[in-house]
């Protein structure tokens, strides 16, 4: 099967707008507090849906498993504990400096140290020193150029962000000295989970022995990648639970019917599939960019995460009474984006 990186990025934008859809339902489950809501949807989207659709689509997934490097899923696990630290930072940030600013310096250093990083360095591999090589032909050129600009597009976006905020709220008080260093974190162990998923591929190549399809061999590993980050989520959301005693929401809500408790639990299954969703296309996004330039794969999710994100923000009226510079900053930030998706793209398709 040959790689195709405008399909690539086609696929790339679906599983960016399903990870950017993956909040909405949260809007409809104000009854649950934030840690039954969070453990549910968790649940699915990093442990239930994960092992599923390994199943599903990966043929003999248990022999799968019983033959590839034990290593090798270690790696993986332990990295996405740690990317599973860095959503829970992400969270704390926006409590100090806001949604837009945390997630503009959160995304903007998980898109440059994921795309970047593992041309010096890998889980399985050690140090690579390959990030030269890539950039010293003209492709490699123009897909660095890229790169850059979706980054200051990114930026341009928080920036936008921060000043609405600002401006929309004057009694909010940032307190960018503990907001900040908690958004750099969050950006950091965020990159960590494109090397989990790096250091999953011998489960990749377990999985094509077994017959696997290679638009689907990534989903060989986010049972260990994304149960990583379930661990994290589920051992902070059970102090939460102990701290708030708010266990009983599991099984009834105050002054409410059962059949509204299954509603609730239909949304957090929803919330979890759009975010597990996201990965399941970004592997097949991620193969058609190919083997030369796939290393953009992660800067492409991450730039159009934020375009989705404010795109959803101006759908549902978030911006409505902003002041016009926020405004035109957005737009120029997520002109930026297209425009450095386009580059990417031509760039990757111009080395393959």
């Not at 990093?46 to 034990?70: C, D, G, Q, R, S």
């Not at 083997?291 to 730039?303: C, E, P, Q, R």
């Amino acid at each position: 099967m040959q790689a195709n990186p405008i399909l690539g990025v086609l696929l790339h934008g679906v599983g960016a707008l399903s990870s950017s859809s993956c909040y909405t339902p949260q809007k409809k489950t104000t009854l649950w507090s934030w840690e039954i809501y969070w453990i549910t949807q968790a649940s699915f989207a990093w442990l239930i849906l994960p092992i599923v659709f390994a199943f599903l689509t990966i043929p003999n997934y248990a022999e799968v498993l019983a033959v590839a490097p034990k290593d090798a899923m270690l790696r993986s696990f332990a990295l996405g504990v740690l990317y599973g630290i860095g959503g829970l930072t992400f969270g704390l940030g926006i409590k100090y400096i806001g949604f837009s600013l945390n997630y503009a310096i959160a995304i903007g250093i998980s898109a440059m140290l994921g795309t970047l990083l593992p041309l010096i360095w890998t889980p399985n591999d050690g140090f690579v020193w390959i990030i030269v090589e890539k950039f010293s032909s003209l492709p490699g050129l123009v897909v660095l150029f890229g790169i850059i600009l979706s980054l200051i597009g990114i930026i341009f976006c928080g920036w936008a962000g921060a000043l609405r905020e600002k401006g929309g709220n004057s009694s909010q008080r940032f307190t960018f000295k503990i907001g900040v260093p908690l958004a750099i974190v969050a950006g950091i162990l965020s990159a960590v989970f494109n090397f989990s998923l790096l250091a999953g591929e011998p489960l990749e190549r377990a999985a094509l022995a077994q017959g696997a399809s290679e638009l689907l061999k990534m989903n060989a590993i986010y049972p260990f990648s994304n149960g990583g980050a379930w661990v994290t989520n589920v051992f902070w959301c059970l102090i939460l639970i102990s701290r708030n005693k708010t266990a009983s929401q599991f099984t009834r809500l105050p002054n409410e019917k059962r059949s509204k408790l299954a509603f609730y639990y239909l949304m957090a299954l929803l919330s979890g599939a759009f975010w597990y969703f996201q990965f399941f296309f970004y592997g097949m996004g991620h193969f058609n960019m190919g083997t030369t330039y796939g290393f953009t794969s992660w800067a492409l999710h991450m730039a159009m995460l934020i375009l989705f994100s404010n795109i959803y923000g101006t759908l549902f009226k978030e911006w409505v009474g902003a002041d016009k510079q926020p405004i035109r900053i957005l737009r120029t930030g997520m002109a930026l984006i297209v425009v450095a998706t386009l580059i990417i793209t031509y760039g990757n398709y111009s080395g393959q």
